[in-house]
């Protein structure tokens, strides 16, 4: 990644990089937030309960 520096009264104050940069950095950055709450989610005892997922579809109506 590729990132223009922008100086502010000698100081470090903004970065400017390419969109594309950008788009990966921000996916990336949505995939580990995603990883987050899905972790969450399976340490929280109330989601151990488990059941195969052809029951699941039969209850909904949906066909296999």
């Known amino acids: 990644m590729t ?3 922008i ?3 000698g100081r470090k104050e903004f970065a400017v ?3 594309r940069d950008f788009v990966r950095m ?3 950055l949505e995939d580990y937030a ?3 709450a899905l972790r969450k ?3 929280d005892p109330g989601n151990r309960q488990r059941r ?6 039969r209850e909904r109506g ?3």
């Not at 195969?52 to 579809?57: A, F, G, I």
């Open 52 to 57: 195969p997922l052809v029951d699941y579809m």
């Open 26 to 28: 921000q996916q990336k």
């Open 41 to 43: 989610a399976k340490a």
């Open 7 to 9: 100086e502010k009264n």
């Open 17 to 19: 990089l390419p969109y």
């Open 3 to 5: 990132a223009q520096i």
């Open 34 to 36: 995603d990883l987050v």
């Open 62 to 64: 949906i066909t296999v």
